[in-house]
């Protein structure tokens, strides 16, 4: 998924849970988000878009006898 926001700006703190950036924001859920994924054998990842402003989301699960995670 892919928008066209701000961007991130605090990228090393994106998965710590309980930091937050938000008011009244509880910094648990891209934490949370990204356990599940590595609990199914997939990844979360988010990144700044290179081509224009925003960010993009990847989420990866693997599916039954799929060849892994990509490079």
Known sequence: MEDEGQGLSE??????????????????GLALSRQIAEAHGGALRLENRGD???????????LPGGTGLPA
């Open 52 to 62: 224009r402003r925003g960010c993009r989301a990847r989420l990866w699960l693997p």
């Open 11 to 28: 990228t090393a703190n994106l998965f710590v849970p309980f930091f937050t950036t938000k008011p009244g924001g509880s910094g648990i």
